[in-house]
């Protein structure tokens, strides 16, 4: 499983604001429900519920929260960069900046374990991580450009520029 095969560009947030653990998560559970059709409710309290049993911020101001539902059908990916560290709980109390919320389908917990150890090695890695973290954004400012283009390429704007 790749976690491109989880995600889409409407998965990620670059600068997700949250004043503690329980607002981020709510937060995850509004963006997930978006794209999933699932209750933002019923995302919030199952990884609440697994939040409750520990917590998933594993050190070096990274966290994995996730849980598994019997609505789903496919495992999703959500990935956030937060406005500012807040505290996770995590296992070296550091604050956590890097979030990535998994999903899965209750009935498929070889997929849920996979992606978990495979996005567990990314976020552990710091290198790894920073990498990854610059890449999505070198790959959104390509998006912005190409938007810009193919949408301002039918006007004109008799030689006004227009900045990124």
Known sequence: MKISEIMSVNSIVLSLKANNKRQLLQALAEKAAEITG???????DTILERENLGSTGFGGGTALPHGRLAELNKVY????R????????A?????????????????????????????SRILKDEATCNFTLFS??????RC??????????????EGNIFSI
């Open 38 to 44: 699932i209750s933002e409710r019923t995302i919030f």
């Open 144 to 157: 912005l450009l190409i938007f810009r283009q193919i949408h301002y390429s039918s006007f004109n704007f």
């Open 82 to 89: 937060l406005h500012a560290p807040l505290d996770f709980d």
């Open 136 to 141: 999505l954004l070198v790959s959104i400012f």
């Open 77 to 80: 990916g959500f990935f956030a």
């Open 91 to 119: 296992i070296d109390d550091k604050p956590v900046d890097l979030v990535f919320l998994l999903l899965s389908p209750e009935s498929n917990g070889a997929d849920h374990l996979t992606a978990l150890a495979q996005i």
